[in-house]
């Protein structure tokens, strides 16, 4: 339904009315007392930019359901320093609990239930790492320069104002913020007014927002500037830093494609009169945008397309943010999970919106198969270990909220909603979707409601089969007989099994799971039927003279385990396969010889039947996997061999493209170009390595975009301490905030121990930003993991220091993953146990799961990649 502006204020009181009367239940862990519930924030606030300070006064309109003396809300890191009731009744306590992380103002006597207004005054902190009112820290010229932006998901809102920080507490806001001269701020909404403020500062005054979750208001203030364009009734807006407004353009024009699509999608047109994207030169370890109703807000190197840097991977995945985020504006803003145990609806749905409108967009990129080839498998790969959890989870603390923004939520999520989509047929998904838009337009839902709206839609139930997959962690395995031939048909059975990488994740599940197959390939002839663990499921194809692919167009979220004649006949009709189907062959096949379920040998023999003319993408994937490989077989005495195996395979790759952008070429062809010269220059092909060094130490401004991020990974590989230390002088001086972040960063890319050593004195100095400090310290663990670590824990209060808070006791432990060492396992489980709470340590058992999973695949590696390497 589309909402006029006249309509919207009306519209907002009826639900403010409808939550005013929700009864009152029990208090669940983790949550506020019921008893109280916001309906509208008015809010002003005053940065004192300079010194990292704010102050904030507001007024809460509430309803209180029964009478109480004790208000609680969420507050962190906050002085309160006055709190009143209706016009002048003072608290007559206010107690700040700094682990809850909340406010509790006692009054004299019970206030009555009804509508009252909360008055409070406030400080707090502006911080150097994204939480809260945060800054972030640039160079213009020779000018040191702030913006100051917010980032309140999941609970720093907390750390902005005194409210109630929970995403089923809905409510309006209006703020109003001191904005110094020459400088401008920004929010979710248009501005509604300016007047003159303290010190020579103007109050810059918003109009109120549509009810919506406290995480996503939003305020900006800088020396920025602003670029627009009109959709509709809409204005999109990109604001950067100025003098680089032109680099927003890319994401302007897409912006607007999206809003059409979207629009048309959801059958619910967007409802703000603005959607502003804000690029932001700084970075988090954690996020990279974030959803903010009408003022998204993005780290620039994911929504400016700098001509010096970006590349077509880089420029795709621009594209593919701003969908995200801007998906997120119906799913999440407009309709938002009722508590955090749901985080998947957003994050899952965004992602694969975000794919779903690329594709139909961008036809040429082939995003459906790129998303089989990398996307699903993220989230496949970290489901089949014993660190899994289901994608609907209990969330019941700050730090459980903090792991949970995780691979299972995001690519699991995506790949279980593209399966749902596929089972149901496209149109009846999209009818389920846009009634549950209307339906829940600007309030909360659960997993559940989603379901039914799919299920109405579509004329079959699909909560059994989605519970299957949402309430259970684990990947499905489908094993698949060998096709026989019988009076000119093809009979199989398919029987369900578990795909896991360690004895946790291999304990056997149920699920119910749509399998579908083709005689032919993707989209013909595909047939569909439910596979449970219960009994095998006997099928018969017409024809028998292809072999049948099973899971064609990648749709299904589960591996497939072919019988050794199926396999070998598959493998002899790669080069006839779907795009989608040849990379999630490959995927399968070295994902089932890592777990042990079938030979490794099969993927080096299937590999040895790829064409080199094959789509870039195939060999883009190809090459990323024997990086694999030989990532975990890295100082055995098979790598040299493995190496130049890999490199005699992949040079009729590199000569395809060649080291130079070509004029006017397919974003494939450069994608594979960056490709080939990062991973070639890993296994140290001579003259890969040779140029970095001549295009580096020669000209570093002219190093083409397409190209630079992987010359800079080669050269900073191979880096001598001469060649470190004037990249380090670079990095000092460079004042474009993208290249000086690409230039930190390639400083702990070294594979020299002891210039990865300088790297991490660096860390603890204040040359480079808090965040690129940060950026730095991963960096080396990429390489040095066992060092990142240990320096990390010895120096664990600066390291801290670094990342948000809510964000800290998942960081440190995460620089052990690369690892393969055991004995990294145990010093990991020690910290844990030494510094973190029993509650907190879903990144350390992440952690450990991984040493110990990559520690396993080494040695069922070795010995298929020596014979491999022995065979050429």
């Known amino acids: 339904m589309r909402q006029s502006g006249r309509l919207l204020p009306f519209l907002i009181i009826l639900l403010s009315a409808k939550a005013a009367a929700t009864p009152i239940g029990p208090r669940l862990p983790g949550r506020l007392p019921p008893e109280v519930v916001p309906i509208h924030y008015d809010m002003k606030v005053d940065p004192d930019a300079a010194h990292l300070r704010f102050t904030g006064s507001e007024t809460i309109t509430v309803s209180v359901l029964r009478p109480t003396r004790w208000i609680v809300m969420n507050a962190a890191d906050l002085v309160i320093r006055k709190a009143t009731l209706d016009g002048g009744l003072p608290a007559v306590d206010m107690t700040l609990d700094p682990k809850a992380q909340t406010l509790m103002l006692t009054f004299a006597k019970p206030v009555a239930a009804g509508t009252h207004k909360i008055s409070l005054d406030w400080s707090g902190k502006i911080y150097q790492s994204a939480a809260g009112l945060f800054a972030v ?122 809003l059409t699509f979207y629009n048309d999608y959801f059958g619910t047109p967007y409802p703000l009169p603005k959607l502003d994207m804000v690029a ?93 080839a990398y996307a699903h498998q993220v989230g496949i790969n970290n489901d089949a270990r014993a660190s899994t959890h289901p994608i609907v989870q209990r969330i019941s603390n700050v730090d459980q909220l903090a792991a949970a923004f995780d691979s299972i939520a995001y690519s699991k999520g995506e790949a279980v909603i593209r399966m749902l989509e596929g089972a149901v047929g496209p149109d009846n998904f999209r009818a389920g979707i846009r009634r549950y838009m209307a339906d829940h337009a600007y309030g909360n839902t659960a997993t559940d409601d989603l379901w039914a709206e799919i299920a109405r839609a579509a004329g079959r139930p699909v909560k059994p089969m989605m ?103 598959l493998t002899a009709h790669f080069s006839g396969l779907a795009l989608a189907d040849q990379v999630g062959l490959l995927q399968d096949t070295i994902a089932l010889g890592n777990g042990e379920y079938a030979l490794l040998e099969r993927y080096f023999a299937l590999i040895g039947h790829v064409a080199p003319d094959a789509d870039p993408l195939v060999w883009r994937l190809i090459a990323g996997q024997l990086q694999a490989i030989d990532d975990l077989i890295a100082g055995d005495v098979v790598q040299p061999a493995f190496e130049a195996r890999a490199r005699a395979l992949l040079a009729p790759q590199l000569d395809r493209v060649g080291l130079t952008p070509g004029k006017d070429e397919r974003a494939d062809m450069a994608q594979l170009r960056e490709a080939m010269i990062a991973v070639m220059g890993r296994f140290g092909e001579p003259k890969v390595v040779e140029a970095a060094r001549q ?53 702990g890319g070294a594979r020299d121990p002891a210039l990865a050593q300088r790297t991490l004195a660096l860390v603890l100095s204040d040359e480079p930003t808090v965040p690129n400090r940060a950026g730095m310290l991963r960096a080396v663990s990429g390489e040095h993991p066992e060092m990142a670590f240990d320096w990390a824990v010895a120096h664990a209060d600066a390291v801290n220091a670094l990342v948000e808070q809510s964000s800290q006791a998942g960081y440190i432990v995460s620089l052990a993953a690369g690892s393969g060492d055991l004995a990294l396992a145990e010093r990991v489980q020690a910290y844990a146990e030494r510094a973190l709470p029993a509650d907190a340590r879903q990144g350390a058992v992440k952690a450990i799961t991984s040493i110990q999973n990559r520690a396993h695949m080494r040695k069922v590696e070795v010995g298929p990649a020596a014979a491999w390497a022995a065979s050429h």
Not at 149 to 176: H, N, Y
Not at 470 to 489: D, E, M
């Open 467 to 569: 519970d299957s997959f949402t309430l259970q962690p684990g990947v499905p395995l489908i094993k698949v007989s060998a096709p026989v031939c019988r009076n000119g048909a093809l009979q199989m059975e398919f029987s369900q099994g578990r795909y896991g990488t360690d004895a946790a994740s291999r304990r056997p599940l149920r699920w119910i799971v749509p399998v579908t197959w083709s005689a032919q390939g993707a989209g013909s002839g595909k047939t569909e039927a439910d596979v449970t663990a219960a009994h095998p499921v006997a099928v018969t194809i017409a024809g028998c003279d292809a072999p049948p692919l099973i899971n064609p167009d990648q749709l299904g979220y589960y591996r497939t385990l072919y019988s050794a004649p199926h396999f070998d006949a």
């Open 280 to 372: 932001a030169p700084g970075a988090s370890q954690f996020f990279d945008a974030m959803e903010n109703w009408g003022g998204i807000l993005y780290f620039d190197k994911v929504l400016l397309v700098d001509p010096k840097v970006t590349s077509e991977n880089q420029r795709q995945l621009i594209f593919s943010d701003i969908a995200h985020e801007m998906a997120h504006q119906w799913f999440g803003d407009l309709v938002t999970m009722r508590w955090w145990d749901d985080l998947w609806l957003n994050e899952g749905f965004a992602s694969w919106m975000a794919s779903k409108a690329t594709d139909a967009l961008n036809p040429d990129w082939h995003v459906a198969a790129q998303t089989a």
């Open 137 to 258: 820290d640039y160079k213009d010229g020779a000018a040191d320069k702030r913006m100051l932006v917010t980032q309140l998901e999941a609970t720093d809102g907390r750390r902005f104002a005194p409210m109630w920080d929970e995403p089923g507490r809905k409510a309006t806001f209006t703020i109003s913020v001191a904005t110094p001269k020459g400088q401008s701020s920004f929010s979710n909404m248009p501005i509604a007014s300016t007047s003159p403020g303290p010190d020579g500062k103007d109050w810059v005054s918003f109009r109120q927002t549509p009810r919506m979750s406290s995480y996503l208001l939003f305020f900006g203030q800088g020396e920025v500037e602003r670029r627009t364009r009109m959709v509709g009734k809409t204005e999109i807006g990109v604001i950067t830093r100025r003098g680089v407004g032109d680099q927003g353009q890319y994401a302007l024009d897409s912006a607007a494609r999206l």
């Open 695 to 747: 295009m580096v130490e020669g000209d570093l401004d002219a190093i083409p975009a397409a190209t630079r991020s992987a010359v800079l990974s080669v050269f900073a590989r191979n880096a001598t301490p001469e060649q470190w230390a004037m990249m380090h002088q670079k990095a000092k001086g460079e004042r474009n905030p993208l290249l000086a972040r690409a230039y930190w960063l390639t400083l």
